[in-house]
């Protein structure tokens, strides 16, 4: 049983590698009535485009989406959206060293040896270049989260030996993230990471990271207990993009080293004149979503990350996940052939120095898949009335 | 969509609460042929069992499963199989601190959020007995994975500021991780593991720590990209268990601070004489499996943790998840009533004051079950013959 | 990949053989706040029961469902429901014929062919009595389904030769279904029934016939196109039972006789004082489920019974079921052992000479599962407000 | 939860609507090395078109589809296959009347009903023009099915009360069903469905029938009881078509009619000198799927239809269809308009009199879909070896 479909009530369907025609993105389960465009899937697009700055990799791709149904007169009617992406940057070009040997760090390996062969014309279906359907498919999840209050936000949160203090990661803006192009929000950090990224690009190497990713108004009562909690679909989706090697939520592996009389969250009274589950709500004054459950507590400290027993508290969802360094640095490097002969590798064109800058809009895409799917799982907990 | 369904062709649905008459669990899509009887899942529900040594609950639970259908005449019959367990230790106790006021650290408001009220006796669902049924599924599971020359197997890797020196995580064995109640394998520090959790015990406190798991003798090509990518699955089963706030596998959070020429596993021929792909495979000379599929090569290193683009290389998985300190630790704490108000309570009972001895044989079953899952989806991913 | 769990939303999972200890069965997704309790599963068992009449068979079976979780203080919880049924009637036979030979019209060769062996002490997994199952959870979904207005009603159209002649299936009552033990609604027709029924049983024979079922109030926009059409999910469900050979909806196979201009049914406006599409909904004055799209439109006659591009139109859903003479016939039939050598074989054991009368329950459950299914999952295709 | 996708491990995703760009077509698990080209495609997609004789309508659809992904060097890749078909018939047209009355016969209100809104250029969604995505998928489901030795073949049994005498369904060729463009394979018979339909069209009518369709060389052994059991999905399958109104396979409902003596098949020794299970494997010299499991034994007579318990009996399958007369008559029909008010609706374009002789590549392509699921479903049946 293969795997190119996420989600269960909204669901993504995709196709498509590096250098074939394009890619295929059908999203089933949208609710009806939602106004959508192109325009509305450009913007994470962009931010996930290569050749941002000089700390991505300057390949030009197209990456502008066709809508070709479940949008009539501006707003979804309930059929499945069908997206593609042309691919405009095959070179018909000189495989021969990768259609051979294996690039450390990359799928060439795994992929001959799960399916006889592989697709050698750069990384076939392993490229993260299929990120651009999620990205798309998760511009349409944060505009219906957006009805319902929340919202999604992900920044870098560590370069290197570089780390962002964030005190309150439910303060950040989007202007503060993409004011760089390290979408670090703390500006003296993001210089610091820019700096780090330049050196370790013209070291020819590349360099790994941390993203931390938060979701605000989210309502209480999201997550399927005892396998489908939301911390485990948050997981797997996270884990799911490539490079990540790891994911933590809330306090994360700093629990290891913790005592339960400081770990556990004590539950206060909400604040007064204040909204305990939504505080970015105000600013969604479109929200149609029905009211949420009333929250009649919240608590004084967010170690648990916003998730109790797999579902959410109403307090601000906060995880982190580790991105490795980019597999592909133009040196040359051990490895073996196809038979199993050692070899040196030199991979060619270009690459991300740091993918963190460029993971950041991926990650918020794949929180957004996860949160749309719940909220819409979530309204069958209940006999409605 | 409710959530109490784990895996694709090998599908474990369970049901049941910790103080209703117990636990029921369905395992569909065993194969048939497979020897089985209930000796063969109770060294695993032994291992989790409560009341193992003074570091676990003293709490009396009767694990003893009983088979009601699926095995026939000593062997599955290809026919869902139905497990249950009775619950014993339900005292018909005074519930009433818990039904009205919220366990920091516990699911109890985030259940009554979600469905409007809850079973406030003891945890319910959210109750980690809940975890028997993964316990004795995974145990078919590691029968299968017996057969096809793969083994599981986990240990306390961290507990507190205590951890564990384990250069070769393949090299350890069940006999080393069973030889103290810490399921730490190595003695010297298992014992100031021991001492750790006596002295938090007796401090009326809890403690976290950090479980390693590894699975030896897996075959190159499971995982199913780009969304059921072996990591990401492994990444969600582990956190649907109760307590896990973190995942990372290979070289994990560390990359953070690596350089793709440092992190990058170089390709090298397989070892003559040895067989790349499957170290443990000769430990199993009842194999009935299909053969591997022929691995021509094997990495030097494995900070890649046995996985590449999602699909597992043939070196050993190797991951590891952060478990918090138990919420329940014999102390008042602060909180909220149903109502909103402030108040203070006294969880009772008896509770680990360090989960992690008793982690173990949950983590090895989940990774149990992803294993199986993904060896049972990998057979359809190339033509037979 | 097995197939023992129905449904997206309301998954109904089971296990179970005719001679082991008993049978499982775990509903998950059904909302929290349901009023249920063992009481409510009792009454369409009875009917399902065997024993009822001399109609059907003579054994006795435990019929008697456990309530083990899901349900707390008389309401539903969220959590998954498990119930179980003991299987008292093991007698600890001769099973030595079904054993080495395979029974015409049953599945004793086709499991044998499948899993390479099967459990031959009866019907095994594939007996009927599997249906106590689908019953029970059918039970539970028309209680949310009556919250709705929705009702769901069967009986027996035709055995033999012997057609009922019901001009307003809408019109027929539960009472009149449940009057005579061939729960045929036309007294006259009953009687026939029966008699052909007796004779068939004097003959030592069996004979088929038709169940016919009918769904009131269902509101129009349940069914997913273009693959999950609420007709091709009835058919599924339907075709799922025992001794089913076809399914036929509205006009059914007369439609091949029929031109476009005297099939299609026309639009007409509603009658007036009349709500067009829940014409039972009166009946129900706990209604507690949202509010009905408006319908502002009916049409004259229903010979697409119910179902227009695969999702209802408010009209009652009408549809018919073949079921064949039982295969179990107190004669002397030929067959072959499983070695292939020709012999003949006595099936015994008491066996209804008509499935029929039983049978309605059964189909009651499956489209009361269904359209319970489909009612949540409607829920997820329009915005909400 | 929309319903776009189809099957379990061989599936099916689509989007597209009829007076849209074009349609979007994603298999995700066709396992890898299977040969595929466009070519392959083409033959079914040909039968499906309109325009191919006075019988079907003269619309001048585009059929060609492009692949976009999943095959690489002439051979399937593991990774899923893209497919898209553009529309090029796009008259900008007036669909006055379809926006605002509703056609009888077709989806047009029950789409409004619920979704809110629909596409009123042709029948949006519900165009029969999605089945070309159905097509194409059924013919590379057709070429893995004639790996294994199994053949799918559809004719015209019924238009009208002309009705074909096809004693050895199994028997028919493709020729002899594509010799006329009523593929009816009976010569005379199929002369007079084509007067029939011929003079219906001048009626400015139209009329229904029914389809027969067969499998040979289905091992036995596939179908997963007790839910998702062969005769259920392939009743679901073919249901899910529009405009079929039901389903029945071997005596179907003549069973109704029938004792348990007549019609239960009794087993009899397979016949000397030939293979029971796969009669025509012999034609199929590049088959390499893995041996059939030997089936010891054959019925003399073939009233189950090639199924037993839901599980397939190695006999060969046999089942028929309803389909209702086209919906679209160019007469003036009674209706309602959106609002409600009586009117009436005269519907355009160009529409097929009778919709058999092109439903039978459809009924194929969802048969093979079917067979194909369930060839890989049954891969885990049996422990391997």
Redesign the interface.
Known sequence: ??????G??F?V?????SH?????C?I??C????ELSVEDLLPDLRRRRPGQSKLTTQRDESDTP?I???V??G?T??????I?FRNSDQRSGDYGDIKDK?R????D???D???????YRGG???SAR?TVSRVAAGAVAKK?LA?AGIRVLGYVK????VIADVPDPTAVTLEQVEATPARCPVPDTAAKMIALIDS?RMDR??????CELVATGV???????????L???????L??L?A??????????????????A????????EPHESPVAPDAADCNTA???PH?E???R?ESNR??G????????MPIVCRV????????P?S????T?????TEILVKGRHDPCLLPRFVPMGEAMIALVLVDHL??????????
């Open positions: 049983m293969a795997g190119n479909t996420f269960k009530l669901r369907t995709t196709s498509g590698v074939g025609p394009g890619y295929l059908i089933d389960g609710p009806a009535g939602l066709e070709w149904s479940g009539f007169e707003k009617d309930g059929t499945p959206i069908g593609l294996y450390p760090g990359h799928a390996f795994t992929f040896a799960k399916y006889g062969f592989r697709d076939g279906r392993s299929e219906i009805l560590q370069v290197g030996d370790v190497d590349s360099i790994g990271g941390v309502p209480p009562g999201l997550g399927e207990p005892v396998f489908d909690k911390k485990a679909d948050l997981g797997k989706a884990l799911s490539p990540v090697l790891g994911f933590e939520y809330g306090a994360g592996f700093a629990v290891a080293n913790m005592r339960g009389s770990n556990n969250d004590v539950f206060v009274p909400p149609v979503w029905e459950h929250a009649p507590v608590t648990h990350g998730m109790l027993g797999g579902i959410s508290s109403g580790a991105v490795k360094p980019t597999s592909s640095i040196r490097q051990r490895t073996v196809r038979a199993g002969e050692p819409l799982r979530s309204r069958a907990s209940r006999l409605p009335g």
